[in-house]
């Protein structure tokens, strides 16, 4: 039975394959056409049939720029040539002590509101090694000329220490015997330290933003209470 049903499935592939192929045409089986010509037979009424364009949106194009002009290009150049705003400099000048600031106070009241300012500096003590008061110059000269051979740098100690010399000054008055203890070891004897400032307050004057219009009218205001004392660059 089952051999039977193996050579009835094996003559139903064959007699597909036959007519597939067209073999089984002379006896009216066969498959039908799908050639060009016989698709457009088959065709309903295609005359009928449009093309249609979908409709989208677009977006609306950018008018061109209107051409400049001369006055516009003008206006360009004399914007980009134009000089910034003088934003000012900031200048300051110090150390001053209680006395000069209450001068300085009052000389730069009459500058603008917020326009300066005073800032609480201190004034550190300061030491020398000092030798002198001489009796005259001739005594002076020659402790010069005996300090030089013993190629010990000095200077004058200046203001109410003249006639007199400097051998050194100093932040600190241990600083200041540890330097006179190698001076002596040069064979340096007269010599001896001394406070030349004591500490105190002090005050650095500070102008924020001076522009080159202000500049001068400020420093005639201020100059007179300076003590002597210029205006630098902050910094």
């Given at each position: 039975m089952l051999r039977l049903a193996v050579i009835a499935l094996l003559l139903a592939n064959a007699g597909y394959y036959a007519y597939t192929q067209g073999w089984l045409r002379s006896a009216g089986l066969a498959q039908p056409e799908q050639a060009e010509p016989l698709r457009v037979q088959q065709q309903i009424r295609p005359e009928t049939l449009k093309v249609l364009r979908t409709q989208g949106t677009t977006a609306a194009p950018t008018p061109p720029a209107p051409p400049a002009t001369a006055a516009d290009a003008?206006?360009?150049?004399?914007?980009?040539?134009?000089?910034?705003?003088?934003?000012?400099?900031?200048?300051?000048?110090?150390?001053?002590?209680?006395?000069?600031?209450?001068?300085?106070?009052?000389?730069?009241?009459?500058?603008?509101?917020?326009?300066?300012?005073?800032?609480?500096?201190?004034?550190?003590?300061?030491?020398?090694?000092?030798?002198?008061?001489?009796?005259?110059?001739?005594?002076?000269?020659?402790?010069?000329?005996?300090?030089?051979?013993?190629?010990?740098?000095?200077?004058?100690?200046?203001?109410?220490?003249?006639?007199?010399?400097?051998?050194?000054r100093f932040s600190t008055e241990e600083a200041a015997q540890r330097g006179l203890t190698a001076l002596n070891a040069q064979g340096v004897r007269t010599a001896r330290v001394i406070l030349e400032r004591q500490a105190a307050p002090g005050f650095m004057l500070k102008l924020p933003a001076v522009t080159d219009a202000q500049r001068q009218q400020w420093l005639a205001t201020l100059r007179p209470a300076m003590a002597g004392k210029t205006l630098g660059s902050c910094g």
């Open positions: 003008g206006a360009s150049a004399t914007a980009a040539a134009a000089p910034a705003a003088d934003a000012g400099e900031c200048l300051q000048a110090g150390v001053f002590d209680e006395k000069q600031a209450a001068a300085l106070r009052t000389a730069a009241a009459s500058l603008p509101q917020g326009s300066w300012t005073l800032e609480p500096t201190p004034i550190t003590g300061r030491w020398m090694i000092y030798m002198g008061r001489f009796d005259d110059q001739d005594t002076l000269d020659k402790k010069r000329a005996e300090l030089r051979a013993r190629k010990v740098d000095f200077d004058r100690a200046g203001g109410m220490l003249e006639l007199g010399l400097s051998l050194g």
